[in-house]
């Protein structure tokens, strides 16, 4: 090596090192990999060992090369770290997994350098001059292998949104997923066509600051629905729509996991307004639970909050699809008497839900509401004057009670 600059001679014997050795290092960090980490332990496909391999021996050339031209490694030297950090994520690889098995190659090399620096005179120097240049390029291609892999991922991730979304639109619509990434969706989120189901719809009732926000919103509600295994969540738009698989023979979604998740997204700067279908026999109807979870989020008040079509009264459903015609032929007198006493705090209304809730028991009316029974009579004997009905005949209790499902603002409570 006489002849050559003192440095770059120094530095040509440590890129040597890393090349002749080249195969034996990647070989060596590959069972380093298999040795530490449980995912790599796990790989049986030799294809995939052996792109280990060749990405490792890639690496090894690439610091040669920067070594023995004494420059810093620029991101077109480490450029090959690019498809192997997106085959990785493509395959399931986890991120914390990958970047462990680039540190193991890194430190494999280094070790090597280390080893050849103490078995020879003036080699210390030798590998300390190489040093910086060792450091830079394990962090720019550290770096490289991370911003690859997050880009390969978040590419997969909207490919994923993009058949989930597909794949609802079909289920909607009352079409089977056709063979491929559909199907595939909703065979992985348990839907076959005879499972029974349930829908979960929920959309923000405020401006989100972070515009990541709905995006986790969606993923702590799907942990309340219940099995990740069961769930096909999508994202359209500013609405979350969670489909769930009920593969038991009976029950409903329970709700009380998502009046949680609601509170906690509150918390967070995320209100919501969410409706829960009931159950139906089958993939077919989900269009049918859809509707049925939409249609409840319009009785909730702007705050947001969770109402459940299981947990409902017929009476209070049936309101809940009154039209123009049924608030029409409801008499003047009631719904006069409705919207006053609504507005006057709605006195003389709570008396007669709980006369109502209570099988027309005026004594056990008169307990519940905190009152003396004769002012019960009195105020029962008030609703009977200002509206004409009277409340011991059934078709005038169950009219006066539409009309306070109507006019009252009263939903069902969340």
């Known amino acids: 090596m006489t002849g050559r600059p003192a440095q770059a001679a120094t530095l040509s014997d440590v890129a ?24 790599y332990a796990a790989i049986t496909d030799e294809a995939l ?12 050339d690439a610091l040669g090369l920067s070594l023995a031209e004494a420059r810093p490694a620029g991101d077109e030297d480490v450029g090959f770290v690019r498809p192997h950090a997106a085959h990785r994520a493509r395959l399931g690889v986890s991120l914390v997994d990958f970047m462990h098995a680039v540190r193991i190659a890194h430190h494999t090399v280094w070790e090597a350098i280390a080893k050849w620096a103490v078995c020879g005179p003036g080699r210390g120097d030798s590998a300390l001059e190489a040093a910086g240049l060792v450091m830079e390029f394990f962090n720019r291609a550290s770096t490289v292998a991370a911003q690859a892999y997050l880009e390969a991922e978040q590419l ?23 063979p491929g990434p559909r199907l595939s969706a909703a065979t992985k989120a348990g839907l076959s066509p005879d499972t029974p189901c349930a829908v979960v ?23 309340a629905v ?41 918390d967070l700067g995320v209100p919501l307004a969410i409706g829960i279908s009931t159950r ?28 459940s079509l299981s947990e409902l009264r017929v009476l209070d459903y049936l309101t809940l699809r009154a039209d123009e015609t049924v608030a029409r032929i409801i008499p003047a007198r009631m719904r006069e008497f409705v919207t006053e006493d609504a507005g006057a705090g709605g006195q003389l209304i709570r008396t007669v839900e709980c ?21 019960a009579h009195h105020r029962l004997a008030r609703v009977e004057e200002r509206t004409g009905c009277s409340l011991r005949r059934l078709v005038d209790l169950q009219e006066l009670l539409i009309a306070i499902k109507l006019f009252a603002g009263a939903g069902p409570a969340v």
Not at 49 to 54: A, E, G, N, S, W
Not at 160 to 173: I, N, P, Q, T, Y
Not at 232 to 238: K, M, P
Request: aromatic content about 2%.
């Open 156 to 178: 997969l991730a909207a490919e994923g949104d993009r058949v989930r979304r597909d794949l609802l639109e079909d289920l909607l619509a009352g079409r089977e997923p056709a």
């Open 49 to 60: 060992l052996d792109d280990v391999v060749t990405h490792v021996r890639k690496g090894n």
């Open 355 to 375: 006369f109502a809730d209570n099988d027309l028991n005026v004594k056990a009316a008169a307990r519940e509401l905190g009152v003396h029974i004769n002012t």
């Open 201 to 223: 719809t929920a959309v923000p009732v405020a401006p989100l600051a972070d515009e990541y926000g709905l995006r986790s919103a969606a993923a702590l509600l799907g942990r």
């Open 280 to 307: 139906h026999t089958t993939v077919a109807d989900l269009g049918k639970a859809y509707h049925e979870a939409v249609t409840l989020m319009g009785t909730l008040p702007r705050s947001g909050g969770v109402v």
């Open 226 to 266: 219940g099995d990740p295994d069961r769930l096909l969540t999508v994202l359209r738009q500013d609405e979350i729509v969670i489909v769930r698989a009920l593969r038991d023979t009976a029950g409903e979604l329970p709700t009380e996991p998502v009046r949680s998740a609601r509170r906690a997204l509150a």
């Open 16 to 39: 040597e090192v890393v090349t002749v050795q080249r195969h034996s290092l990647a070989q060596a960090s590959l069972a380093a990999m298999r040795a530490e980490i449980p995912g």
